[in-house]
C-alpha cells in the first residue's frame, strides 16, 4: 500500500476559535492564482479598514491606488458581509492582493453571552460564498476561467496576542501591496 504524507494541523489543540479574541488570517488562490487585481503592474492594492483604524486618503505613507479586477471587488464585497451574517466578528483591516487577502478578523462578546460559531466555519462560509459568486461570474463570462478551484484548501492564521502583535500586523497588512512588487516572496512572514 502506496503512503502518502500526512497534513499537519493548522489550528491549536485546545484553543476555542468561539470565544472573543482577534485573528490575523491569510487565504491563498488555488495554485496561487492571480484574479484579484485588474492590473498586477500597480504598486498597491484596495486596503480596507475601519476608519477609526485606517486615516482617509492611504494610511500615512503614500501609495498608489489600484483597481481591483471585478473578482477582486466580489471578495471584498463577501468579506464585508461576514459582520452581517455573524454579528459576534468584525474585519479590522484587510489587503485584497492579486492571488491572495489577508485581514484582521476579531470574535467578539455574542449578545447574551452565546457562543457564536467557531472560525472556521465563518471562513468556510466566506470561501464558499466567494466561490459559488465567482463560478455564476465565469458562466456570465464576468471573471475570467480558474484552475480547478478558487481558493486553497487550508488558510493561514495567528491568533493576536497584544496590542503590539496587532499593530505590527496591521502595519503589514498595510505595506503588503508596495511589498509586492519590490519583495522576493520568501521574505514574507505571513504568505
Known sequence: MRSY??????????????????????????????????????LAAAVGAHPCVRPPGG?????????????GEMVSKWLKKIPEKYPGYTIDEYVIMPDHIH???????????????????????????TTNE????????????????????????HIIRDQNDMQDIRRYIEENPI???????EEYPWN
Do not use: M
Open 59 to 71: 494610511g500615512h505613507f503614500s501609495q498608489p491606488e489600484i483597481v481591483l479586477s471585478k473578482a
Open 103 to 129: 485581514f484582521i478578523i476579531i470574535c467578539e462578546e455574542w449578545p447574551g453571552g452565546h457562543v457564536g460559531p467557531p472560525l472556521q466555519s465563518v471562513l468556510q462560509w466566506f470561501k464558499a460564498q
Open 134 to 157: 465567482y463560478i455564476r461570474g465565469v458562466r456570465a463570462e464576468v471573471f475570467p476561467p480558474f484552475n480547478s478551484r478558487i481558493w486553497q484548501r487550508t488558510y493561514y492564521e
Open 179 to 185: 511589498k509586492w512588487n519590490t519583495e522576493k516572496e
Open 5 to 42: 504524507p500526512q497534513r499537519k494541523p493548522l489550528r491549536l489543540k485546545n484553543h476555542d476559535y468561539s470565544q472573543p479574541n482577534a485573528y490575523f488570517i491569510t487565504i491563498c488562490t488555488y495554485r496561487r492564482q492571480s484574479l484579484f487585481w485588474a492590473d498586477e503592474g500597480l
